[in-house]
């Protein structure tokens, strides 16, 4: 069985993860500097203005920017799964990114494997239930309000 030729040599990867991790670091950059408040550009969540029930992304973007600025205690305030689970998912599309440009074999690129996807899906899940329980310990996983 013949096998299927590159679609792009290596080099091109190389420039197209160049560009992507370019992009990357402007999206970074501009969660960085620019600081949640009610008038700023992040976005409002639909599903809480609805539903007025917090789903498992509420606060994803205030958290993000207090991570990138080092304040952790301050990002987990928002959403702590966010604080936990931003990284493995970024470490693991650089992971596969630079497999892709690599030219390594697709079953070595995999990002996670099926158990794992499915205990993120299910973490998310309870997460997205327990941050709207209002008992003590629990309330403490939804996002706080913005104080400006």
């Known amino acids: ?17 160049l560009f992507a991790a370019a992009g990357a670091a402007g ?4 969660i960085a500097s620019v600081p949640p408040t009610r008038q700023s ?7 809480y ?3 007025d029930l917090h789903c ?3 606060g994803t973007g205030r958290a993000a920017y207090f991570l990138f600025n080092g304040d952790l ?3 987990a305030r928002f959403n702590i799964l966010s604080l936990l689970i931003l990284p493995v998912i970024f470490f693991g599309i650089l992971r596969g990114a630079i497999g892709w440009a690599a030219g390594a074999p697709r079953a070595k ?3 996670a494997s099926p158990r794992a996807v499915w205990a993120l899906v299910f973490a998310i899940i ?3 239930v327990l941050r709207n329980i209002p008992l003590s310990p629990l309330t403490f996983l939804a996002p706080h309000e913005l104080s400006n």
Request: charge should be positive; aromatic fraction near 16%; include cysteine.
């Open 1 to 17: 069985m013949a096998t299927k030729p590159d679609r792009f040599p290596i080099a091109v990867r190389v420039i197209l993860l």
């Open 41 to 47: 550009f992040y976005p409002k969540c639909f599903f």
């Open 73 to 75: 205690v301050a990002a």
């Open 27 to 30: 999206c970074v950059y501009l």
């Open 109 to 111: 690129r995999r990002l």
């Open 126 to 128: 309870a997460f997205g």
């Open 49 to 51: 203005q609805t539903t």
């Open 56 to 58: 498992p992304g509420c």
